[in-house]
């Protein structure tokens, strides 16, 4: 088999609340590592526990990439993007971003408003379903970002796998990419985020483009398990990155 071509698109960095990590290293650490090209997708958050965007550095952010693209942009190719919290119920913030022409957007769910209050983790997990089926259909994104998180912050998840499925073919039939973010696999036995049997359903939906990512918050996690994820990809789906929103296929 042909090496594959390893990209990893997101990557939070000193920009994003919950990481220290320089974008320079992780731009040194994915040389090493191989991989064809990285995006960093810091964090803008909007709910009752953070706004990110009132105190975002976007000139300073913006500066730094491309002074490390200007630096390293001849061995690998460096994106720049935003991972954003329900930008469905966010819609001006969500323009402004796209006014900066990220890359890439990645779509999440976080702490969405109709998620606060819920203590039972059951109804917790059903909640957060929905929130995400609601930003999946109406959000303004590229890539829906770990459709079933809770799968790596509740070690008793329970799927409901078939409202799930319906998500991932909803976001096919949009014409969206997913994502498989593998940062669950830090636990033992834990299937990426969605897994294989979600992916085959949007890829059966007619989902055309999947992203492969580590969600990585520091330089040691970078690439984590995406090549192992890429190599066992449905034949129907093509692994891409973005460039100023546009789909790339890879290989
Ligand atoms: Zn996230
Ligand atoms: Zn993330």
């Known amino acids: 088999m042909n090496k594959l071509t390893l990209c990893d698109l997101h990557v939070h960095t000193n920009y994003s609340f919950d990481s220290s990590a320089e974008m320079e290293r992780y731009a040194v650490a994915a040389i090493e590592l191989g991989l064809a090209a990285i995006c960093f997708t810091d964090h803008i958050d909007i709910n009752s526990h953070r706004n990110t965007f009132a105190t975002f550095r976007f000139d300073d952010r913006l500066r730094e990439f491309q002074r490390v693209k200007s630096k390293y942009g001849g061995k690998i190719t460096l994106l720049q993007g935003y991972?954003?919290?329900?930008?469905?119920?966010?819609?001006?913030?969500?323009?402004?971003?796209?006014?900066?022409?990220?890359?890439?957007?990645?779509?999440?769910?976080?702490?969405?408003p109709l998620l606060d209050g819920i203590?039972?983790?059951?109804?917790?997990?059903?909640?957060?379903?929905?929130?995400?089926?609601?930003?999946a259909e109406n959000g303004d994104y590229d890539v829906l970002g770990h459709v079933d998180v809770l799968r790596k912050w509740h070690d008793d998840y329970v799927e409901d796998t078939d409202y799930v499925y319906e998500t991932l073919r909803r976001c096919a039939k949009r014409g969206k990419a997913i994502e498989i973010n593998t940062s669950s696999m830090h636990r033992d036995g834990v299937p990426p985020m969605p897994a294989p049997d979600a992916v085959a359903e949007f890829a059966?939906?007619?989902?055309?483009?999947?992203?492969?990512?580590?969600?990585?918050?520091?330089?040691?996690?970078?690439?984590?398990?995406?090549?192992?994820?890429?190599?066992?990809?449905?034949?129907?789906?093509?692994?891409?990155?973005?460039?100023?929103?546009?789909?790339?296929?890879?290989d």
């Open 119 to 135: 203590v039972s983790r059951r109804e917790y997990e059903r909640a957060y379903d929905k929130c995400v089926r609601i930003m």
């Open 204 to 250: 059966a939906a007619g989902g055309k483009y999947v992203t492969v990512n580590s969600d990585s918050h520091s330089c040691g996690t970078l690439g984590f398990k995406c090549a192992e994820i890429a190599a066992a990809l449905p034949q129907e789906v093509r692994r891409c990155y973005f460039v100023a929103g546009k789909a790339v296929p890879i």
């Open 83 to 112: 991972e954003v919290g329900d930008p469905h119920l966010h819609p001006k913030e969500t323009a402004f971003l796209r006014s900066l022409q990220p890359d890439m957007i990645i779509g999440s769910v976080h702490d969405s």
